[in-house]
């Protein structure tokens, strides 16, 4: 009898311990749904047994566990980066499994957990996102031994490229997991494909330095500027939204420009110009991302206004140091579109077709007549 009490005051010691355990990772102050509150006497339970499971290497209860923890508080990230980890130890397949673990948004919660735990008021991040992080304390015993054994392996695992640079990512090693991934030889792994990607809607946000090239040329018979070829650059709006902007200095070299009448400095000048430079701005709108493979072709319709200044070489002294410039000057507008398709880790490389109308006869010192419709091709690289 004496035995059986003594057992008793055990058990009951026991179980007041771990009630006191499991309400310390918890405020106390805070009031939880009773459900919130289950979930987290729960996986101080399977804590508690997965850490013992991972540090023992000894995973024969490995799923009863985890199924416990499904049914009771159902999926989170802790749940399936401790089956990726034990599946890697008994080196079984897991790329989908990995692929589950990006799409479903877990990739941003370990990294979000990771940043979290290392602030000093850790556990009130803890306190306020509770079943955004599975119920599991930030800086866990179970975190902290699955960190330990993908630092063990990482370096182990030398034929599935997934499977290495999610060690990497496990151990908290970010910044060799990002190096690796963005790798040459890492582009065609799952993670490889989904860093790249993050990479380039990162980038997608700032603006872009555009540089371009191409033909431009009258669509009429008064060929009088001639073929030109077409070297300009500028700046480019974020991509991440569907409005698009461009702000861009152009440079047209005429190939076999003919001679056109310009008034200026009390007299009629022949002149055979080689150089117009343009100021221009233009706006698009993105209709269209079109797949093509692993790649997505985005076609933005656009329209713009500029200013042409077609350089004549002629000038005048006013003063010591003084010079007044006579160049004809034009109002410039475009139509058309263009299509870009991202190449390397966050440029793009792409074509745009244009429609331009430039009265030159607007400028009334201008005494022959010009082509006011053009045409032009153009290729960009957008950094």
Known sequence: MQKKN??????????????????????????????????????AEVE??????????????????????????????PTLRSIIMEEILLGNPVNLAISDYFEAGYFEVYKNRVTDAQEFNHYDYYKDNVEYYGYLPLDSKLDSVIKQRAMEWKDSITTDPDQQLILHFFSDDYYTFETEAIKKEYKKSYIGGYVRKLYREERNQFLGLQIHTGIFGSNGLNQTLGISQILGFGLSTPLSKKWVGDFLINF??????????????????????????NIEGRIGYRILDLPVGSKTIMIHPKVGLGVDFISTGLFEQVGEEEYNYYNPTSLHTLLGFSASIPIFKTSYIGIGFYYHYIPYHWDKRVKSKMDDNYLSGEVFFRL
């Open 6 to 43: 003594g057992m008793k005051k055990w058990i009951l010691t026991i179980l007041i311990l771990n009630t006191i355990l499991v309400h310390a990772q918890v405020d106390t102050t805070t009031t939880y749904p009773q459900d919130s509150l289950r979930c987290i006497r729960v996986t």
């Open 48 to 77: 508690n047994a997965l850490t013992i499971q991972f540090s023992q290497l000894d995973f024969t209860h490995f799923f009863p566990t985890i199924q416990f923890w499904i049914d009771s508080c159902g999926y989170y990230e």
């Open 252 to 277: 047209r070299f005429s190939y076999n420009p003919k001679e056109f009448n310009f008034y200026a400095m009390n007299t009629l000048n022949p002149i055979k110009s080689h150089t117009v430079s």
